[in-house]
């Protein structure tokens, strides 16, 4: 064995995530994921009501701006059995498809993109060629030598100010990149469009959550009322704008990402081969067409694949305390049973135990990987370490056979020229994330023309107030708030006793994916991924881990928040 190299921080993410990696001559042997920082949002929420828990939750991160708010609204829906009006469940699936499509495209193209795009190198390109390029895989009507001529004399403008901004400190001449100029051009140019678009896109949340980030939720519905004469509500002019940001974003989908996509991957088929690790994927199911109790209407299917066998689809059970669990054996955490013992989230606990735990005196050169040696816990399902996210939900809709997903998945391996085993894979990951976007869009439109029709036929609830009343609640219940986030399988459990909250707990998708080894010694997704044919053509650039990490499109800021353990602050902001 040689040397272990440390990527701290890694960047384009949301959060602090730090990867070791021990190498064997060029190869990765081992490598260990690290969140460096700790979340406190389960003890700041125990005593208050549940009715507020999202408001609170919700700010567990701000990119995935409303999955945790929705998650925390679920749990007490669950706990007391609160059924949601159809205008309500139609609603909150557009604003979780927006949420979806507007993730997916700033990830591919802002934090993903130049992972595989040399943006000096688009420097030397000809525009006429890449315009040439870019009809030649879309008919998308920005695709001039003009406009590509445009974007190349801005970006020199970039590179010779030395003002290269968030373009700075890239590995740029990197022996990975294998794009050629044109390639690069038109990538860096859909990279600015996609600032633009982004704008729009995040409008939806904000007509029917009255802003984003952070939209507005209520337990029992969603907190916008429709009435078709009103100024401040749902009305016919904010229903055509709905319908005008799912236009704008569909075709951005169709006629820019899903062309960049196979464009770009076309390119690098040996990424195809590498950064599977686990083989094991969870789904718990969304994007219901009648409520989230009944998994039977979901578009995406919950469920557990083992070993990559695509024939067999394990249940999921979020209330049996034998399914999933979370380990600290190798967390700076501590619980009262017992470092190795697992916890089901209802029994969840969140005993911080940095100086117990192996937790070195920083700043540290190397972490104490026979101990803890992050903040993160380790989840498992039935003992199983298993990934999540936008992979585990295309393979468990091709599974089902859902006809459009098996028409895009078959259609994009026979583009590429691949084979089925592709798709586990660093850019089986990325491809499925653009695959899913495709089918999300879609899946808007439907969803919208639903809600219209109930508005014409004369329906306007959006809100159910049974059981608002805690007099009226039972004196304990407990519930599981569940969603698929774009990142990945989202819960939230809340128990709740004479009608305050008594313990919750979020397991998020990057605390699935960047969790550490548990007591078994399984790594978790990161970990497996990285030791999966990873060869570094340069080790002080390291652009193969980045590749692969964040192809998981990590947000370390959901799996972990910010203590001060002298004074138990959680944050201090101050305004001068």
Not at 32 to 41: A, D, K, P, Q
Not at 172 to 198: C, F, I, R, S, T
Not at 350 to 369: E, F, H, I, W
Request: net charge negative.
């Amino acid at each position: 064995m040689s040397e272990r190299i440390v990527v701290d921080p890694i960047t384009r993410i949301e959060g602090h995530l730090r990867i070791e990696a021990q190498m064997d001559g060029a190869n990765i042997a081992q490598a260990w994921s690290s969140g460096t920082m700790v979340r406190g949002i389960e003890t700041i929420l125990q005593g208050r009501d549940p009715r507020d828990a999202w408001a609170f939750a919700q700010r567990i991160c701000g990119v995935c701006t409303l999955v945790h708010g929705l998650a925390a609204v679920r749990s007490v829906e669950d706990a007391l059995k609160i059924d949601l009006p159809t205008n309500a469940q139609l609603i909150r699936n557009l604003m979780i498809g927006a949420q979806y499509v507007h993730d997916h495209v700033m990830h591919f193209y802002h934090l993903h993109a130049l992972d595989w795009v040399d943006l000096v190198s688009a420097l030397g390109a000809d525009p006429k060629a890449t315009s040439a390029l870019a009809q030649s895989i879309s008919g998308w009507s920005k695709s001039s030598p003009g406009y590509f001529a445009d974007t190349q004399k801005r970006l020199k403008g970039f590179v010779e100010s030395g003002q290269l901004g968030i373009f700075a400190n890239g590995y740029w001449g990197h022996p990975a990149y294998k794009l050629p100029p044109e390639a690069n051009l038109m990538a860096v140019a859909h990279y600015l469009e996609a600032l633009a678009w982004q704008r729009d896109a995040a409008r939806l949340q904000a007509i029917f959550g009255g802003k984003n980030p952070h939209p507005n939720f209520v337990v029992g519905g969603v907190a916008c009322p429709i009435d078709l004469n009103s100024d401040s509500a749902i009305n016919a002019k904010k229903l055509a704008e709905v319908q005008s940001v799912i236009a704008a974003m569909r075709q951005f989908v169709d006629q820019v990402y899903v062309p960049d996509t196979l464009a770009i991957a076309g390119f690098y088929p040996d990424w195809f081969q590498r950064g599977e690790g686990l083989g094991n994927f969870m789904c718990f199911g969304d994007l219901p067409a009648t409520g989230s109790a009944d998994p039977a209407t979901f578009l995406f299917p919950r469920g557990v694949i083992l070993d990559r066998d695509l024939t067999t689809i394990h249940e999921v059970d979020l209330h049996d305390d034998t399914q999933i669990q979370e380990f600290v054996s190798h967390a700076w955490y501590d619980y009262k049973g017992g470092k190795d013992t697992g916890l089901h989230p209802y029994q969840g606990e969140t005993r911080l135990d940095y100086d117990g735990r192996g937790g070195v005196k920083p700043p540290y050169q190397q972490l104490d990987v026979t101990d803890g040696y992050t903040w993160l816990k380790a989840p498992r399902w039935k003992g199983h370490a298993v990934e999540v996210g936008p992979l585990a939900r295309v393979l468990m809709l091709y599974a089902q056979g859902h006809a459009q997903t098996k028409e895009l998945v078959d259609s994009t391996l026979s583009t590429l020229k691949l084979e089925p085993r592709a798709l586990f894979s660093t850019l089986g990951r990325t491809a499925a994330r653009t695959l899913e976007s495709k089918i999300v869009v879609d899946a808007m439109q439907g969803w919208y023309d639903a809600l219209v029709a109930n508005i014409k036929s004369g329906d306007g609830r959006t809100f159910n107030e049974t059981l608002w009343d805690p007099a009226t609640w039972p004196r304990e219940a407990r519930g599981a708030g569940f969603m698929e986030a774009p990142r990945g399988a989202l819960g939230h459990w809340i128990v709740i006793k004479d009608g305050r909250i008594d313990n919750y707990q979020a397991v998020v998708p990057s605390t699935w994916n960047a969790g550490p080894r548990d007591p078994s010694n399984q790594p978790g997704a990161y970990e497996a991924a990285l030791a999966d044919n990873h060869q570094l053509a340069d080790v002080k650039q390291p652009l193969e881990i980045l590749r692969t990490i964040h192809s998981f499109d990590p947000c370390i800021a959901c799996a972990v928040h910010l203590a001060d353990p002298s004074t138990g602050e959680r944050i201090e902001v101050k305004v001068v």
